[in-house]
């Protein structure tokens, strides 16, 4: 009987849980996590935190799931190390789980601040249900707010801000939001939508130290050109850092993650790992790449899952990932990897109405839709083919993309 145990409960972990319950139905399972609830909806819960939705929906396994299916669930266990000689697992209680294949699956946890005051009372961070919850009760009593991160889950905290009715100051950086993926006519179209929700973006700004009062509760942030910013509420996400401490000394190899091949297979035999994690092998761009989307780490986990129970390199990851942001009156969404392009070719139709298409070597590895999401299948389709394009950058960007209108690829 095959043992397979997987580190971390996330949509990766548990997929690769339920897949190999499938696959191999009469294996022992074990999963571990580090945190109190079983898997939850991490896309909800910045839903929950903007007083939008209650905590009911968000839950999407009870600890009865795992036991319908046999799998061992163990909540607050923190994985202190890993010995891949004998297969075993080390955990703070001083227990020892043993394996025949092991799953890592623990994702990260948000990086702090590296300036003063960064951990005062009322900074938060955002990443699990319980963060959720507690950024949710500290909003709903706030007046002023701050947000430092100009990226995808930076805006979350601004859409809280707007939602509680906080009145916000986003600072960025650069000059505009998410500038490695969008031109400033792109970006003036989320600023807008940020200054309807009553939270400002600043530019060319950032946090050079927060201040704090007796009680140790964030009171200003003070950004490097010297401007101040009272807040009694703030949210820093700047990133992941991802958790590997209880890896040291195993021989995994790592470069900015954990480097797998396209089937989710580390360096060493027997050790996989899926989710937000990995630097896996992409295979529709031909090299390593990482992602951080929910589908992505659903599918990830399912692959490896699939390539446990066969001991064999059954099925290669292959995916075009997607990430919405629903915060405001229009649609939101970016695809591939739309930072990575050597070639951009991008149209604005209106107001609330953008697109830009990202390519590499003239093949689309990426793009952002604004207000019209319907061409995102075509240009995936694009991306999965392979096709060599950008010489007729004029049929992506017509309202409506017709395929057919595109030369064959020589």
């Known amino acids: 009987m095959t043992e397979y145990v997987i580190i971390g409960d996330g949509i990766s972990g548990s997929s690769a849980a339920e897949t190999l319950r499938e696959e191999d139905p009469e294996s022992e399972i074990t999963v571990i996590t580090d945190e109190g609830e079983p898997l939850y909806n991490r896309i909800l819960i910045k839903e929950h935190a903007k007083g ?8 999407i396994h009870d ?44 994702g990260g946890t948000p990086t702090q601040l590296p300036v003063d005051n960064s951990d005062a009372d009322g900074i938060h961070h955002f990443w699990t249900f319980q963060d959720a919850r507690g950024i949710r009760e500290h909003a709903e009593r706030s007046e002023t707010g701050v947000v430092v991160g100009a990226g995808l889950l930076g805006i979350d905290f601004a859409a809280v ?30 600023h807008e939508g940020l200054r309807s929700k009553n939270v400002e973006p600043v530019f060319d700004s950032g946090v050079d130290h927060f201040e704090t009062d007796d009680d140790g509760h964030v009171t200003a942030a003070v950004d490097p050109n010297g401007d101040r910013y009272e807040c009694d509420f703030a949210g820093v996400a700047i990133g992941l850092n991802f958790n590997t401490e209880y890896l040291r000394g195993t021989g995994i ?21 899926a989710g937000d994690i990995t630097r896996f092998y992409d295979v ?3 090299e390593q790449a990482q992602n951080g989307s ?17 001991g064999d390199e059954a099925e290669a990851f292959q995916w075009v990932s997607s990430y919405s942001i629903t ?31 990202a390519f590499k070597d003239g093949k689309i590895v990426g793009g952002v839709l604004i207000g019209d999401l319907s061409p ?3 240009f995936k389709q694009l991306m999965r083919e392979q096709r060599t394009v950008a010489d007729q950058k004029e049929v992506l960007l017509e309202k409506s993309v017709d395929l057919d209108e595109l030369a064959p690829t020589q």
């Open 63 to 106: 600890e009865e799931w795992y036991d319908e299916r046999d799998i061992e669930l163990s909540l607050n266990t923190h994985v202190t190390g890993v010995d891949v000689d004998e297969k075993l697992v080390h955990t703070h209680e001083g227990d020892d789980v043993s394996y025949d294949r092991l799953l890592i699956a623990t």
């Open 294 to 310: 929910w589908g992505s780490a659903k599918e990830q986990g399912r692959i490896a899952g699939v390539n446990m129970a066969a």
């Open 253 to 273: 190899e790592e470069d900015g993650g954990i480097v797998v091949d396209e089937y989710m297979q580390t360096n060493l035999e027997d050790v996989y790992a």
């Open 52 to 59: 939008k939705l209650p905590e009911a929906p968000i839950s």
């Open 376 to 378: 995102q299948s075509k």
């Open 284 to 286: 529709i761009l031909g």
């Open 327 to 357: 915060h405001f009156d229009f649609p939101f969404l970016s695809f591939g990897h739309p930072t990575i392009g050597d070639e951009y070719a991008e149209r604005k139709y209106s107001d609330t109405e953008w697109r830009r298409v």
């Open 161 to 190: 801000c707007g939602a509680q009715g906080i009145e916000g100051k986003y600072l960025m950086r650069g000059n505009r939001w998410w500038r490695y993926a969008l031109s400033e006519d792109g970006a003036e179209i989320i």
